[in-house]
């Protein structure tokens, strides 16, 4: 598995991840032939057939290619009775509900040869009605360029069963000749080589009904007029024939049936002016009654219980012509313009007909007086259902099925048109918020100064219209808005855009590419880039062209044996004869016998060569098919690998910006160090002198700190006189305890001895006085305890002041 394919992550119960198990179940089985790997197929194959999800079906995806080539391979190889073929005809059943797939499968992968092989006799009449129906969904447009050897076998069995009496078989067949026959030559050649067609057309003219007339009708045409003009009394028949089909068709939802009928009316009517049938003629009635039976969504039980799944294809088929009416601008359908507005705004959510109900509304829009507002008054009311539905379509980085990629698509178209009307602009610009459609372009430009994503699919041109039309909205709305001049600016910046024009302009309709041509106009279009780009894709789609012509030239150059030695040898003898008697003259002798003979080597000679002829149109055939089988697979790979290549140069492009910057950043920070380097030198300067105030700051340091050593040893000292001090205060206030009780004891003693009062109070004074002298003192004395205190945490000097004071305080105590 390459990266690209690796990077894509399938879940265990996806869809994707069944696919993957059946293509290698597959290839096991054709190696191994073992019964559980049998199972293990049908069982899958089972799966697939009931899928609701249809988008796992596109053909852009990685694995379609390997699971279509699988399958195909499975109903060649296999046997005709095996469980393995009809399981395969459900599978292809369902995947005929994409419309991509059928397309794929009746352009590319060609699985009618295969489908043709179960053609019996012995089958069912269900497993007919099975088998028909999916050949005539395969058949549907389908391209023949030659006359393929399986064609004889196929029209002359249908015209065997068409001469039987099941109306239903005898309806499908005929629908498959007609699909076969319409604008394919050498079918046409083939059924009236093969098969009585004047007798298939008596027997189905006898029958009735909308579905056979129309197929009869069809048929006749084709056989009338390959090569010329349908006279208008048959084109009326045909529009009358085709509106009765319609009705019958939805009624039943014959979804193969419808897009039949449908088809061919449209390719008519390309081909063939019918607007002027359509003015002189009304189809008033007709169209009533398909608008009321679309309106009311009547039913009818098809037999297979499947009708409700068909609902949105039929009704996306009805869209679909009752568009080309209205681009036709018949009067009957102009009448009911608002009618098909409200039908249309129905279903714009539903798969299937979401983008055929968004291309009605387009083109009622485009074909509508743009100063009627009362019929524009519903798509103005839609308004915000479009943008709700827009703004819900797409995630940031979610996957793009091409459903989802017509939807959209549609929607871009529908408000450009709708920005178009003066009334109606500036609502759009109102209403529209640049976020929205930035979503949708969120692979091909910078979100918020992100990365720019790499989920862009090339595979799918449904994808690069999207894109297409979305940039055409915005170069519309860019006309008033500076916000969507600068989104429009950005987006010609990528290459990714770039890829996306150039993908248009090759590959796309002539709409798209009209699109591209006028957006070349504005100023800021990349007109050179988008060139490289389309030279690189012609470079890797271009054949090569000796190698093509030498090859015609060896297959020009082959030769079959076309009679055998004997056959010659007899040959030359009869010639020899013949030679003799003619130059004779003798032309009576010659004989009859003879001459037959000789035309009979001639027949056996054609016939040789006709069925060596057919023997290598069918090894043609076989190794064409392959070779489309494995253009696909190549196809896939390539745009995997354009893929990418743009992711890779996209990754390059920002390496290369980063690389830019990061020189830039170099360039700066050499400049900056170049100044811090000046700086340096500055600051080495200054860190030698600072070097040396240092020392000088250590010297002084060292000094200091045999000072403090001094100091600390005169604190002990000093904390040891402090202690002595300390005990003397005890004492002292010991002393002063007992004085109190003395005078205590005195002043009792004065109590009671008062008549001594007068006596004694002299020597009291004199006591008094010394008590008073002896506080004030010790009072001093606590003063001065408090300031050698706080004076021992300074000088030295102080201390011994004080420690003298104290003492010559104690001596004049004592």
């Known amino acids: 598995m390459s990266s690209l394919e690796s990077s894509v992550s399938i879940g265990p119960d996806s869809k994707l991840y069944k696919m993957k198990q059946l293509v290698n179940a597959i290839q096991l089985y054709f190696q191994t032939k073992r019964e559980d790997t049998a199972m293990a197929i049908n069982m899958h194959l089972q799966s697939l057939s009931v899928t609701i999800d249809l988008s796992v079906f596109d053909p852009h995806s990685t694995i379609a290619p390997q699971f279509f080539v699988s399958l195909y391979e499975l109903m060649n190889k296999m046997e005709q009775r095996s469980s393995f073929a009809w399981n395969c005809v459900d599978v292809l059943s369902n995947v005929c509900r994409n419309p991509a797939a059928r397309h794929a499968l009746i352009h590319t992968y060609q699985f009618i040869p295969g489908l043709s092989r179960l053609l019996s006799d012995q089958l069912s009449n269900d497993k007919k009605i099975r088998l028909l129906r999916l050949m005539q969904d395969l058949t549907c447009g389908i391209k023949i360029s030659w006359q393929i050897p399986h064609l004889p076998h196929l029209m002359v069995t249908l015209s065997e069963w068409i001469e039987s009496a099941n109306e239903e078989i005898i309806t499908l067949s005929m629908g498959i000749l007609v699909n076969l026959c319409y604008k394919n030559l050498p079918a046409i050649y083939t059924l009236m080589g093969n098969v009585d067609v004047k007798k298939i057309v008596q027997i189905c003219s006898a029958m009735r009904g909308p579905t056979i007339e129309i197929h009869t009708c069809k048929l006749l045409i084709i056989l009338d007029y390959m090569n010329s003009d349908i006279p208008e009394s048959i084109l009326l028949k045909v529009i009358s024939v085709t509106f009765e089909s319609v009705i019958e068709a939805f009624r039943i939802r014959d979804s193969i049936l419808l897009r039949q ?36 969504n009547q039913s009818m039980e098809t037999g297979d219980g499947n009708f409700e ?26 009448m009911v313009h608002a009618v098909l507005l409200q039908m249309a705004l129905k279903w714009i959510h539903t798969d299937l007909v979401s983008s055929q109900a968004l291309t009605m509304l387009k083109s009622i829009a485009v074909n509508v007086d743009k100063n009627d507002i009362g019929i524009l008054e519903p798509l103005v009311q839609g308004l915000p259902i479009f943008l709700t539905t827009l703004d819900c379509s797409r995630n940031d980085d979610g996957p793009d099925y091409i459903e989802q990629n017509l939807k959209i698509a549609g929607l871009f178209q529908l408000l450009k048109i709708m920005s178009q009307v003066p009334t109606i602009r500036p609502k759009i610009l109102e209403d529209l918020k ?36 979305g940039m055409a909205l915005v170069n519309e709305l860019a006309r008033d808005d500076v916000a969507w001049i600068n989104l429009q600016s950005n987006l010609m910046q990528h290459k990714q855009t770039h890829m996306i024009l150039a993908q248009c302009l090759c590959q796309s309709s002539r709409e798209e590419k009209t699109i591209v041509l006028e957006m070349s106009t504005i100023p800021c279009f990349p007109r050179k880039l988008v060139a490289e780009v389309m030279v690189s894709l012609q470079a890797a789609t271009v054949p090569d062209l000796k190698r093509s012509s030498s090859q015609s030239i060896q297959d020009q150059e082959l030769n079959f044996p076309v009679l055998s030695v004997t056959q010659i040898n007899k040959i030359d003898t009869l010639l020899t004869k013949l030679n003799e008697t003619f130059a004779q003259k003798q032309f009576s002798s010659v004989l009859t016998s003879d001459v037959i003979e000789l035309y009979e080597y001639k027949l056996a000679s054609m016939g040789n060569a006709e069925r060596a002829a057919m023997a290598s149109v069918e090894a043609a055939s076989e190794r064409c098919t392959h070779l489309q089988h494995r253009n696909a697979q190549l196809t896939a790979e390539l745009n995997r690998s354009h893929q990418l290549l743009y992711h890779v140069q996209q990754c390059h492009e920002q390496v290369s910006k980063l690389k830019e910057g990061l020189e830039e950043n170099v360039d700066t920070l050499k400049k900056q160090v170049d100044v811090d380097k000046g700086k340096l030198r500055a600051c080495k300067s200054q860190l030698g002198l600072r070097e040396e105030e240092l020392n000088e700051c250590k010297a002084e340091l060292d000094n200091l700190r045999k000072k403090c050593e001094k100091s600390l040893e005169g604190k002990k000292e000093v904390e040891e006189q402090n202690a002595q001090l300390k005990l003397y205060i005890a004492k002292l206030e010991e002393s002063s305890t007992k004085l109190q009780k003395v005078v205590q004891k005195k002043e009792d003693a004065l109590k009671k001895s008062n008549y001594t009062v007068d006596s004694l109070n002299s020597k009291v004074n004199e006591l008094e006085q010394n008590l008073t002298q002896k506080q004030t003192e010790l009072q001093e004395t606590m003063v001065e305890l408090k300031e050698v205190t706080k004076e021992l945490n300074n000088r030295k000097q102080i201390l011994e002041t004080i420690t003298k004071f104290a003492l010559n305080s104690q001596i004049s105590e004592q």
Do not use: W
């Open 309 to 334: 799944n068909r609902d949105p294809e039929c009704i996306g088929l009805v869209f679909e012509f009752l568009n080309f009416l209205i681009e036709k601008k018949a009067p009957s359908v102009i």
């Open 434 to 469: 640049l976020r929205t459609v930035c979503k949708i372009f969120g692979c091909l430009q910078d979100i918020d100064g992100g990365k720019v994503k790499n989920d862009l699919d090339m595979a799918n041109i449904e994808t690069v219209n999207l894109y297409v039309h």
């Open 261 to 296: 009928i449908i088809q061919f009316f449209l390719d008519v009517g390309k081909q063939n002016s019918l607007e002027d049938l359509l003015q002189k003629q009304r189809y008033d009635r007709q169209l009533a009654t398909l608008l009321e039976i679309v309106q009311n």
